[in-house]
């Protein structure tokens, strides 16, 4: 069996703690990938004190050899992409074709930030004064600290590492405890490519150890979490009060809306996607599903036939739809949210508990499920599940489908499928979320666009696109007067 170690200062070295975990395949408990340090305040402090050596060399290097950087990396993650593929799949169970569109992600991710090298655009803007240049231009902040989920084990590190690192920041990652493998090959890739050692500290463990202590250390001015709205709670408190800059990507509780007058056979495959791809564990996944009355239950009833008949099983193994969930405690939370559908009244369409099939003994599968005649607001509508649950509430109209739709604490993504015009420009306008598909799922967020979500789901910043150059970066404004005089801003420029 593999020890894996931490990489700080340079060097892959053990935990000051001298503490680790294990990590299992989800799929089948007995298939150990290794040992992971379960490090402690310690780790991070020495990680911190070297990513402050790496920030003051690599804040100087000029922005397009740093994008060069990002170039290799996209290049060796193309190479290495289905031997990147399979291991994720291993460690976190989502199937083969997802886990290579999550390393495509990063490869996207990639030769974006590239490019974003040559122009991390400032602004030349006229001054009010003659003989005075006015300009404005991004510089690098410090280090970064990085805490990524399991669920896009390389797409989400990418996201939020490939442009603090253009930017000129260091960083230092915080992967999940579910998907360390990951988060060990893709150090390994970064240091491959030449990025400076010091500039990228790996420190493996625990939230409440490794991440509370790299959130409340006074040396890291930027935190970059997704995760639960919860801990997005108790991350943001300790931001506020050291005054720190600070990315939040949260819960969702997503919606997709079906009308009367969409194509059905698109807005199944749409849901089927949407509701079951990585066993419903984005935080885009849909969660609801809001029929219109005229076509509700025929859409209803080839749905649940559709549902019926997805594979679970390994990701790795070639014909199987949906995977496992990452771990025991996460079964245990749907089953709780299958009893509370029960207990409100919903009635249970199909799935609801662990299935009995072969091979699927050692893993923690659960059954695709849907739940039909739910309330707008009970819990099962309210509340993320993070699972394989979908909830189906049937409306009248367009309004009280766009009613439903926002009356969540969250707002990440939303799909209205409609062959109007009229209806589809009314969604984009009215819902309340970061994200609107038409004719298309809640899920399939593109790198270069801005992503994020509105309410509960995030504290207003994007990630991917242009925007989160901005979050990885101070505006510095600068004035030049070359008049050679004393010339008084608001006083000299205008008269009595
Ligand atoms: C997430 O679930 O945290 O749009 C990210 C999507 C993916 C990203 C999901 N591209 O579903």
Known sequence: MTTFKNFIAGQWVEPTTAAYFENRNPADTRDLIGRFPRSGAEDVARAVASAQRGFAQWSRTPAPLRGDILRRVGDILTTRKEELANLMTREMGKPLAETRGDVQEGIDTAYYAAV?????????????????????????????????????????????????????????????????????VFVEVLLEAGLPPEVIQ????????????????PQVPVISFTGSTETGSKVGETCGRMHKRLSLEMGGKNAQIVMDDADLSLALEGVLWGAFGTTGQRCTATSRLILQEGIHDRFLGMLVDRVRS??????????????????????????RYV????????????????????????????????????????????????????????VRDADEAFAVNNGVK??????????????????????????????APTIGAEAHL???????????????????????????????????????????????
């Open 116 to 184: 974003e090298g040559r122009r991390l655009f400032g602004h030349t803007v006229p001054s009010e004064l003659r003989n005075k240049w006015a300009m404005s231009y991004r510089r690098p902040i410090g280090v970064c600290g990085i805490i990524t989920p399991f669920n896009f084990p390389l797409a989400i590190p990418t996201w939020k590492m490939f442009p603090a690192l253009v930017c000129g920041n260091a960083c230092v990652f915080k992967p999940a405890e579910d998907v360390p493998h990951t988060g060990h």
């Open 202 to 217: 790996l420190v493996h463990g625990f939230g409440e150890d490794v991440g509370a202590a790299l959130v409340a250390h």
């Open 310 to 335: 997805l594979r679970l099983g390994d990701g790795r193994v070639a014909g199987t739809d949906v995977g496992p969930l990452i771990h025991e405690e996460s079964r245990k939370k749907v089953e």
């Open 339 to 394: 009893e509370i559908g029960r207990s409100e009244g919903a009635r249970l369409e199909v799935g609801g508990s662990r299935p009995s099939g072969a091979g699927l003994e050692h893993g923690y599968f659960f059954e695709p499920t849907i739940f039909s005649g739910v309330r707008a607001g009970s819990r099962l509508e309210q509340e993320e599940i993070f699972g394989p649950v979908l909830s189906v509430v049937r």
């Open 410 to 439: 969250y707002g990440l993504s939303s799909s209205v499928y409609t062959g109007s015009v009229h209806t589809s420009f009314r969604a984009l306008a009215e819902l309340d979320n970061g994200i609107t598909y038409i004719n």
């Open 450 to 496: 801005p992503f994020g979500g509105v309410k509960q789901t995030g504290n207003g910043h994007r990630e991917g696109g242009w925007e989160v150059y901005e979050f990885y970066s101070e505006t510095k404004v600068c004035y030049v007067d070359y008049s050679g005089a004393l010339q008084r801003a608001q006083i000299d420029t205008y008269a009595g």
